[in-house]
């Protein structure tokens, strides 16, 4: 949940994508619109990947859902001006779908991928393909499976089935069906884990996978190896890492927001990890950042990953 970082979000995008932008720092002010209307003055920033990192980067838009709640259109104009051309999304936040895409079209943004609740794809699938071609996105998925308690070798049989039919429906459509993995998936099992068990036994050519790198790396799996392992399967990741000094091995599929950080502040072996995934053929990434400040967070990402050498 967010708490009082809600009402000094807009004044926290105003100053940091004006700081991100290089442009002149804007006083401070509660009114979303005044935010919207001093960031239409800045130039949108470039993302200069100077380093080794040279992927599609873009945002995984639950990034910025505080603003999102308070000025949705503000939010994109946000999103374009800290660089991104490119977003995760799957909510139209309350505007008609040909409104939306209007929005998405004048920030100069589209849909590479979207994500759905796993009771959508079960019981409005064709709404998915819908939304998804209209989107123009070309990865459509889930990122939790509903499951009670402990995940269990039952829940990752029933995961296997689903995700074989979810994605012969959304390759029947022109789609690719992807699981974005959430940490309670590496349960011991057998000469690994669950999460294992999921990757094996769903249909390569129909089931494609996310890595989100903090939930692979809380529980304790190696992320390159993981990779490694399992050439071709994962095709997109979620950047984003654990504060320094944190114990892993927790299988919860949660983490307080607090205990995330900015990659390059955390644990995760980022040079490794990104130059496995390229030379896998990861096709887009995506920044998430969970924290109360995503705007403090976000451009540090950024720069991080503009300057990072394998």
């Known amino acids: 949940m967010m708490r009082p970082v809600a009402r000094s979000l807009s004044s926290l995008a105003l100053l940091l ?16 619109a005044a935010s919207s209307a001093a960031a239409a003055v800045a130039p949108a920033r470039q993302i200069r990947l100077q380093g080794d990192f040279k992927a599609p980067l873009g945002v995984q838009l639950y990034t910025f ?15 374009r001006r800290l660089g991104f051309t490119h977003v995760e999304g799957g909510s139209t ?56 308690g402990a995940f269990t070798e039952a829940d990752a049989r029933k995961a296997i089935t689903d995700f074989n039919v979810f994605g012969r429906k959304m390759k029947d459509a022109g789609l690719t069906f992807v699981y974005h993995n959430h940490g309670y998936e590496p349960q011991p099992f057998g000469d690994g884990t669950l999460l294992d068990l999921i990757i094996r036994e769903t249909d390569p050519a129909l089931v494609k996978f996310e890595m989100d790198v903090l939930w692979t790396w809380l529980p304790g799996v190696d992320p390159v190896a993981l990779i490694k392992r399992y050439p071709g399967r994962f095709k997109l990741m979620h950047i984003k890492d654990l504060k320094p000094g ?10 307080p927001e607090e205990q995330q950080a900015a990659p390059g502040e955390g644990q995760v072996p980022w040079a490794a990890l990104l130059k496995a995934a390229e030379e896998d053929g990861f096709e887009y990434y995506y920044i998430e950042d969970e924290t109360p400040t995503p705007l403090v967070g976000v451009p540090k990402t950024i720069t991080f990953l503009e300057r990072l050498k394998y």
């Open 17 to 32: 994508v004006a700081s991100a932008c290089q442009s002149t720092p804007a006083a401070r002010t509660p009114s979303s």
């Open 65 to 79: 859902r505080v603003l999102a709640k308070q000025d949705p259109v503000a939010m994109l104009d946000t999103v």
């Open 93 to 148: 936040y309350g505007m008609p779908m040909e409104r939306y895409l209007e929005v998405l079209k004048s920030k100069g943004l589209r849909t590479t991928s979207m994500l759905a609740s796993y009771e959508k794809f079960r019981d409005s699938s064709d709404a998915i393909v819908v939304q998804a071609k209209a989107l123009g996105a070309k990865y459509a998925g889930i990122a939790w499976y509903p499951h009670q």
């Open 246 to 255: 944190l114990p892993r091995g927790s299988l919860t599929g949660g983490l």
